[in-house]
């Protein structure tokens, strides 16, 4: 169909609306900057997930956040995430450290080897 565009991308099919771009959504990009903005500590986001109503309007969208090692407490510091980051979107955020992606990602059972094959690097 003319309203699909299909492309091949790490050994896997998407099929994507044509003109829809997620990663250039002022929303997301608007959070995006956000959290950059609130934490030194983020190395690489990539936008999981998005979800879009029937009318083509987002509606909420997921974050993964690959941060340095030396966090102390990933926990602590998703929840300081957020309450300092609002937006009118609903968002969510999964955090790894970097050594935990990186011995996870490469693993095709497991959630950040999904990020890693299927997921659009936002930052970093």
Not at 39 to 52: G, M, P, Q, V
Not at 77 to 98: A, G, K, N, Q, W
Not at 110 to 121: H, L, P, R
Request: with cysteine; net charge negative.
């Amino acid at each position: 169909p003319d309203t699909l565009c299909v492309y091949l991308r790490k050994r896997h099919i998407y099929t994507l609306r044509k003109g829809v771009n997620m990663t250039n959504n002022p929303e997301i990009q608007g959070v995006v900057a956000k959290l950059i903005e609130k934490c030194s500590d983020i190395e690489t986001i990539y936008l999981i997930s998005n979800k879009i109503s029937t009318n083509g309007t987002l509606t909420s969208f997921k974050l993964s956040l690959i941060v340095k090692d030396e966090v102390e407490s990933i926990s602590e510091l998703e929840c300081r995430l957020y309450m300092e980051v609002d937006s009118d979107m609903p968002y969510d955020i999964v955090l790894y450290t970097r050594k935990e992606f990186d011995e996870l990602k490469d693993d095709e059972g497991t959630f950040a080897w999904k990020i890693y094959n299927s997921g659009a690097v936002l930052y970093g």
